[in-house]
């Protein structure tokens, strides 16, 4: 009996893959603004999921990190206390706010950045992260890993079904690692609130395969949403394909405690070799 099975492709954008030259734009001015080690390599195994085994597959979801170049969790938002820059990979905390170690640069938004922070604290999930700019609307580093795009542009062809594309990331007062919510939800904006619509395309499916960048944070902020939507008796629907997703360096740590956690609240782990065969099969029910 064909079951529904469901791949779900998180931010698979050019920003976060380790491209090799041949990938990047002639003439060498454009490169990945914040690579993850191994996620070319991911998204080439993603391309043969579904270059092989796209009969299997009901449908695919593709997550999209979509951010202006002004963000909160960008540079170009914080001063340091003597006016300079703020490189990326800082961390910033209220309090480093209110002993007036970072600043926001335009100074009139220091009671909303407050706000903001204390709540993203009291959450208990993340401190707010500097990263570099990176997967800014319009730009080539937004744009989608081009064999992954090939690969799911053919089975739209083939399938007669459009690939769901979930837009993440565009207030810029609030970080967005997961695709089901932002990590303070904005009263005023309901693109950062909970986006029952994706999730109810999830919890038809029979199966999810869960692949994309990075694992340590969007891959694992969207699975935990999914998770607690989902409840125990869902659990078993979610399958973490190991080799289709990376860390972001120095984050192994967080990545495999949130596997491990995964696990132990009932999703299962498969390697992309496992994974095409079931999709092999599906097909052939």
């Known amino acids: ?25 002639a003439g060498g001015k454009l490169a990945p603004s914040l690579p993850v ?3 070319h390599a991911d998204m080439l195994r993603v391309t043969e999921l579904i270059n092989r085994g796209g009969a299997g597959i009901d449908e695919i979801s593709i997550t999209l990190d979509s951010h202006h170049r002004l963000d909160i969790a960008h540079p170009g938002f914080w001063n340091s ?7 990326p990979f800082t961390q ?18 220091l009671p909303r950045v407050l706000h903001y922070l204390d709540q993203l604290e009291a959450a208990g999930r993340y401190q707010l992260m ?7 609307i319009g730009s080539w580093g937004h744009n989608v890993h081009a064999d992954v795009r090939h690969a799911y542009n053919l089975w739209e062809e083939r399938t007669l079904r459009s690939v769901n594309k979930i837009s993440k990331g565009s207030n810029p007062w609030t970080e967005h690692y997961s695709a089901v919510q932002a990590e ?11 986006n029952r619509p994706f999730l109810d395309s999830l919890a038809r499916a029979d199966r999810i395969y869960i692949t994309g960048e990075a694992g340590s944070h969007c891959v694992k902020a969207t699975t935990e949403h999914i998770a607690d939507y989902f409840g125990p008796e869902h659990m078993a629907k979610l399958v973490l394909v190991s080799d289709c997703m990376s860390p972001v360096s120095g984050f192994e740590t967080q990545y495999r405690q949130f596997v491990a956690d995964m696990v132990t609240r009932g999703a299962r782990t498969a390697n992309a070799a496992q994974v095409l065969a079931e999709l092999l099969e599906n097909a052939e029910s």
């Not at 206390?81 to 490189?87: K, L």
């Not at 904005?186 to 693109?191: A, K, S, V």
């Open 1 to 25: 009996m064909r079951r529904q099975l469901h791949l779900l492709i998180i931010d698979p954008q050019n920003d976060f893959c380790d491209l090799p030259a041949d990938y990047l734009p």
């Open 92 to 109: 910033i905390s209220a309090t480093d706010v209110r002993a007036g170690k970072y600043q926001p640069r335009v100074a009139a938004t």
């Open 81 to 87: 206390a003597n006016g300079g820059d703020v490189t």
């Open 184 to 194: 303070v939800p904005d009263p005023d904006d309901e693109l950062t609130q909970s």
């Open 130 to 136: 500097v990263w570099p700019v990176h997967c800014e």
């Open 37 to 39: 080690p191994g996620a």
